[in-house]
DNA sequence: CTGAAAGCGCTTACAG
DNA sequence: CTGAAAGCGCTTACAG
């Protein structure tokens, strides 16, 4: 359009048959140089390395993979990467994966399942090799398309229905129960839970938990005392200062992840309530946040790091050996409670205040 | 090797082959099709539709990409994705990029010149459309071959040497201003500030801005009130310890990030002194959690949805028009001050207790 | 209104 | 020890 102010046209990205010119060489010995996939002399290999120097050559990713079949890219699928879980295992994923040679290319569904849907498509047509799968609630139509056409996938963090696939999850029903338990024993009686998103098995497990120490112990499940969240910090706010405003407010919370369990103590602090004096509460996530926040969160740590490491273990496998015959892993940590300065044990008041 | 077991064969991707054969036209028509890239006859139109419908046809990006030249590709690459301010920042970009069908590779340099450097390659041998980059402190070597090599380039968060694209910044050295300034407002005198890693300009520059705001006020500039950090939230925890270690330990600090201040208010605790009562912090950022803090975290706000949209604005000026004699765009954003709850006016007292 | 064919930049049998 | 050539799956002039 404006010859007189082009860029360079030299930005004509140098080919390997460039290399190959410069080298006075075929591009199939270029390629094997490349690729060290077969012997070639050392005076020519000489020749080769420097002319791709010179010329600054890269190979095009692009015609490998479309040639090779081989993109050595992953695809990574999560419902919200600016939540610290999600961000944190996002990279200890991205880590591995770069270590093994892999890039990641990571999708972010903002809990939508469209989005997540043509993300999916997205990547199976960028020819990823392998994809993870943390689902923000996919039908299950998609999924089984997704796990027929037959590409390498793990789901990771959140139970699916339908799995044919590979699946790394936390014992999520275990760590709603060591975090409840906790509370038990620190003599607490009046329990509540703030949930995440119904629907969403992490959710559901944790809450499981939660009924199941209540139970064990002999205490009475109230169902007020059990609000639903959505994972955000803001509705933990919300589910926080619904259950003060109870006739009869709990005096130990449960919450399902550190986000919320944010919120919750700015709603504390907004009643003027002191934690832990007042009111006992645990997380659920140990986010490196969890450390920082005042009182520093008790609260139930995933082992993010392991997680990841399954998760590509499973994924190469798959990708890789003969493993066509071998049947469906479930891997299932466990949860560890990491009790710091938000819990503390009951101090039986001779009548409540407030 | 184990063909029993072996996944259906199926998986031979459909290509754009299969579906003109399926619906009795050329590549050429099917190809017309998908893109409207040019009219095909209402009856054509509806045999190829229903042919991609049933053979479940996703055209290969890696084909198309490698053909047009266009991969609809961005990359972004950035220091520390676990860091909550480039998550939050990854998201919007990666949001705005989806908006306009363009997905994003996003690549964590782990603060790692050397991972950065390899990125950058991957991303050019990926054929990206454009880049965004902040750099967690590359040579001027590369930066300088990478701007050569005429891919759309905008800098973000962090100005570059020898800079000859466009770059997306905030100004900070007004938000180190604004942050110590509300200090100084408060009555206080005695301000320390936790820089971040030297050699990164937005750090330096927040310094900056408390060294002028301090002289302004015709306060001393005390250099071991100026204790450095590295961004990450177990430094503002070290940071802060030796501050209070001091022999005249400060009555204010000002903490060039959120993360930082995080680990700030740990050490506050951890030495049973009482925020903002006897101490006053200000951060930098405003990551969502700022507000969660106890106390919620006076800070200084980054602009991030309006940085992302800058950044998408200026790349794609780079990537489609005719800007090529445009000269070099310099954003530079202006933050703002939050106040929360952890800073308070300086009340005289009669004698310093500890 | 539609199709045959060239070609993007690689890898990889095949041949010598 | 090395090279000529086919072909991956598309898009896009070119032709009619």
New binding site residues.
């Given amino acids: 359009m404006n010859p007189g102010f082009a860029r360079e046209p030299n930005n ?6 460039d290399v190959a010119d410069l080298a ?9 140089v ?2 060290g ?5 050392e ?3 000489q020749r080769v390395l420097q002319a791709m120097d010179q010329l600054g ?4 990713l ?3 993979g ?5 993109t050595r890219t992953l695809g990574l699928v999560v419902p919200d990467m600016a939540n610290l879980f999600f961000a944190e295992i996002s990279r200890a994923i991205e880590e591995i994966a770069f270590n093994r040679g892999y890039s990641l290319i990571i999708c972010n569904s903002a809990d939508n399942p469209e989005k997540e849907k043509t993300y999916l498509g997205v990547l199976l047509a960028k020819q990823v090799e392998g994809i993870i799968f943390i689902s923000a609630g996919s039908s299950e139509d998609i999924l089984n398309e997704l796990e027929r056409c037959g590409v390498p996938l793990v789901y990771a963090d959140r139970e699916i229905p339908s799995q044919l696939a590979d699946v790394v999850l936390l014992d999520n029903e275990f760590g709603g129960y060591l975090a409840t338990n906790h509370l038990i024993q620190l003599g607490h009686r009046q329990i509540a839970c703030i949930s995440g998103p119904s629907g969403l098995t992490p959710s559901a497990d944790r809450v499981a938990g939660y009924r199941r120490a209540l139970v064990e112990a002999g205490l009475p499940v109230c169902p007020e005392y059990i609000v639903s969240g959505d994972f955000h910090y803001h509705s933990g706010e919300i589910g926080m200062l619904h259950l003060l405003d109870l006739e009869d407010p709990p005096d130990a919370v449960f919450i399902s992840n550190d986000m919320m369990a944010f919120g919750s103590i700015r709603a504390v602090r907004s009643r003027n309530l002191r934690l832990p004096e007042q009111i006992s509460i645990v997380g659920f996530d140990d986010i490196i946040l969890a450390q920082a926040s005042s009182p520093a969160l008790t609260t139930i740590a995933q082992p993010i790091q392991q997680m990841a490491e399954k998760v590509i273990e499973l994924l190469f496998m798959r990708m890789h050996s003969n493993s066509a015959g071998m049947e469906r892993q479930r891997v299932i940590l466990k949860p560890e409670l990491i009790i710091r300065d938000s819990t503390r044990a009951l101090i039986q008041q001779p009548e409540r205040t407030r």
Same sequence: chains 1, 2.
Avoid at 12 to 17: E, R
Avoid at 37 to 41: A, L, Q
């Fill in positions: 004509t990205a140098v080919t390997i048959q006075g060489v075929s591009i199939t010995t270029v390629s094997h490349i690729n996939t077969r012997f070639v002399s005076d020519l290999t050559y890269k190979p095009n692009l015609a490998r479309l040639r090779s079949g081989r």
